[in-house]
């Protein structure tokens, strides 16, 4: 049934009411409206207005391999290893339990949507369907922790290139790994590292990221829409999330290439591209506000930062706000 119903939707140009969907197919409007939650449930975006009925919004494929690997070179060195799942906990989450049963480097998770999205520090993540991408990619490469403490800043330069790359848009990147766009956060990255207990070598890396995509401002959760935004609201035109997809496999397989021997250029394109720096900026950790100017990044990714008082520190992890955005007035 609801076969019958993407297609009689995606053949028509506007709104299809309940009833003329149900004359047509010969089944009842609940057979109709359950068939419109199904595929609205596997990542198709149906409008319906009253009185109207509902459209989809072609632009709005749900994600999916096949529409993934058409968007790639045909050598992309890791298209068997890509899996497009409809739902999932966390891309992250099963990209690690892949990991550990031996999944290759440049295994790729894509979800539509995520029950669980994880964020930094314990957060969620919110991640509906139709809406973002949400992809995590697997790297193992053979190395130590200190040679990978830029890491977040090759991921955090490599989502900019491939923003970029679809739309010509060419965002910002809040110190350490939040990508923004006009002041408002575009895209959330998550990397986890494991590393092997016996040799404290790096057994693997995932970086996960979870992309806004087709929101509408309304479409994001009420407590963060005055600091989110989207590619569409961007660009003001439809997203296409499978080009979206396709582009972060490749800037992630190509910053691969240069992690381990690139490691001034990436910081280089990463201090261009890093809105934070020059800033005011406070710093928070636990109940702490400290405030200071951020000045600089330094070789392994870690923020410099002057305080009031003339001594300047190096900062490696805890929340920094930036002035002038997120609230931070
Ligand atoms: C943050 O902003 O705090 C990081 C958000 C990271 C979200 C992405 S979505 C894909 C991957 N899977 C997850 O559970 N989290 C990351």
Redesign the pocket.
Known sequence: MKDAVLSELRNADEYLSGQELSVRLGVSRTAVWKAVEKLRREGYTIRSAPNRGYRLEKTALPLCREEILARLPEDFPWQDRILCLDSV?????RLKAMAAQGAPHGSAVI?EQ?T??????G?S?S?PPGM?V???VLLRPNCRPEELMHLTCAAAVAVCNAIASVTGLQPGIKWTN?IVLNGK?L????TELSLEAESGCVEYAVI???INCCQQKSDFPEEIQDIATSLRLAVGKPIDRNAVAAAMLRAMAEMEQHLLTGQAAILADYRQRCITLGKEIALLRGEERRYGTALDVDTQGALLVAFADGHIETVNSGEVSVRGMYGYV
Request: hydrophobic content about 25%.
């Open positions: 906990d966390s891309t992250n989450t979800a995520q669980s999205g994880r964020g930094r520090r957060r993540f991640s973002g949400y992809l995590s939040d956060k895209v959330g990255i998550l996960g990221a979870g």
